[in-house]
Structures are given as structure tokens and as C-alpha cells.
């Protein structure tokens, strides 16, 4: 083969490694080397075959954490002339906010946080709750810096110890081994999470909970809110099922919840539950 085909190759592997953040798929390799031989455009065609793939779409968090200083992050992609979208949705959101917490339950890192633009961009306090012992580093290390307590517990409905079961994706680890696929095991502490907001003084009606925590996400819910009382303002639960659940009827969740919540927006994994 010649050098031009091996200099192709290695810029392909290269553009997978830093914009997909992986190496390549020998299919996908091939394509794109395909793509290299296919003219004087082959390879403007190769760098907007990578922009325009859903798999980079699904990356750009993390693409724009490995590449971006902190301080050229923005939090939104607004068209605005120097950022003033940015500047008005922190204000509306902030106004709108009684208190600027958020309880991350199953908070894994920064990757697919549901807490980590609040505290980056807007300045709440975030209370980091994850079963995972051995995640506490990276967690630790993705929120330095920011407001956010960091607790090391499995959170269910009861307090006592049981055993995490560590699936082969960190993601999906929980107390149900039937959860996931189990590759190892550990011990853990169990709280309920009214006992572990009232030991931290977390007002009754803060602004967010999110919950994702395998399996425990509504029994924790029903005891948050029917034994504790707190009513958050929006609720992030993993309860979408795949857009499944069409109205809370369709979800074991109590009367209490049903009657004063409503589901304010959908994803395949979530849903958004407001305050009536």
C-alpha cells in the first residue's frame, strides 16, 4: 500500500480518537479510507463525516470536557452575539430558584450528570450522593472546585449494609443483582436519603432531586416524600421505560406523588416531574 494510504489512516485514527474519543472499528475505518481516495474533497467529506454522526452528537459533552478549558465552556450553543443568552437563562433560572440546591442521587461523575451544569454555570449547592466506593476519587475530582458535598452511600427505603453489585458498566451498578450484568461485588452503608438531607439541613422544598439508582428510584421516592415530607421542586427520575410510562398511574409511585406532581417533560431514560 502506499504512504498516502497509511499518512490517511493515521489522521482517520486520530480524528476517532479525538472526536469520538475511541479507536476505530476496522468497518468504520475502512469507510472513512474509502472516503479519502474519493477525490480532491475526500477529506473535507472524512472531518464532516465525524461532525455530522449521531455518535458525535451523543459525545460533545465529553468531547468539550477533554478539549475545553473551563473557562471557554459556555452552557448553552445560543447564537447570541457574545454570549448573552447564556447570561439571561443563568438569571431566569436563578430568579426562579428558591434555594439553589440540587440532591444528585447515583451521581457516577460528571459524564451524564444531572447536577454538574447547575453547580459549573449557575452556582447551586449540590449534595453528591453515590453507593460506589471506588467512584469517590473521579467524583471528587470532576467537582473540585464546586460547591458539592460528596456522600458515599447506597440510598434505598431502609438504613442498614448491604451488597452493590458492580456491573461491567459502572453506570448501572445497584443493590438488585439482577440489575445487570454482576463482574464484582462490595459492601456498602444504607440510608435513607430523608435521614441524610435532615442531617445537612436541606430545606424541605429544595429545587432538585435527581434520582438514578437502579431499581431503588421510586420505593426511595414514595419514602422520601410520604415519610419525610420533601417536596422538591422538579424531579429527575429514571422511570421512562423508553417513553413507556405515558402518566404517573402507569408507576407503583404513592397517592401523595400522584396528586402533586405532574411529568413535565420526557426522555428514553427520564422523566421530569414538576410541582403542581
Request: no cysteine.
Given at each position: 500500500m502506499s504512504e498516502i494510504y497509511f499518512a490517511a489512516a493515521d489522521v482517520i485514527k486520530a480524528l476517532y480518537q479525538n472526536l469520538l474519543l475511541r479507536s476505530p472499528e476496522e468497518e468504520g475505518l475502512r469507510a472513512r479510507l474509502a472516503l479519502a481516495a474519493s477525490g480532491d474533497d475526500g477529506a473535507t467529506k472524512i472531518i464532516k463525516s465525524f461532525l455530522h454522526s449521531y455518535e458525535f452528537a451523543c459525545s460533545y459533552a465529553a468531547f468539550t470536557e477533554k478539549h475545553?478549558?473551563?473557562n471557554t465552556l459556555r452552557f448553552t450553543n445560543s447564537s447570541s452575539e457574545h454570549g448573552e443568552i447564556d447570561l439571561l437563562l443563568r438569571r431566569w433560572i436563578n430568579r426562579s430558584a428558591t434555594h439553589r440546591i440540587v440532591v444528585d442521587v447515583?451521581?457516577?461523575?460528571?459524564?451524564l450528570s444531572n447536577s454538574y451544569d447547575l453547580l459549573r454555570f449557575f452556582g447551586w449547592r449540590g449534595i453528591l450522593i453515590e453507593a460506589n466506593p471506588r467512584l469517590i476519587p473521579s467524583i471528587s475530582a470532576d467537582f473540585s472546585g464546586l460547591d458539592a458535598e460528596i456522600i458515599n452511600y447506597a440510598v434505598s427505603d431502609y438504613t442498614g449494609r448491604a451488597t452493590l453489585h458492580i456491573a461491567d458498566n459502572d453506570d448501572v451498578s445497584s443493590l438488585d443483582e439482577r440489575w445487570a450484568k454482576v463482574v464484582d461485588k462490595v459492601e456498602v452503608r444504607?440510608?435513607?436519603?430523608g435521614n441524610?438531607?435532615?442531617t445537612r439541613g436541606v430545606p424541605d422544598n429544595f429545587d432538585l432531586l435527581s434520582l438514578d439508582i437502579e431499581g431503588e428510584d421510586i420505593k426511595v421516592l414514595n419514602d422520601t416524600i410520604d415519610v419525610y415530607s420533601y417536596f422538591p421542586r422538579w424531579i429527575i427520575?429514571?422511570?421512562s421505560y423508553n417513553f413507556q410510562t405515558k402518566s404517573l398511574e402507569d408507576l407503583p409511585v404513592s397517592d401523595t406523588i400522584k396528586m402533586r406532581y405532574i411529568?413535565?417533560?420526557?426522555?428514553p431514560s427520564n422523566l421530569i416531574l414538576e410541582a403542581r
Open positions: 475545553l478549558e473551563n447515583g451521581a457516577r461523575g460528571r459524564r444504607v440510608e435513607r436519603l441524610l438531607l435532615r427520575i429514571e422511570a411529568i413535565a417533560g420526557q426522555t
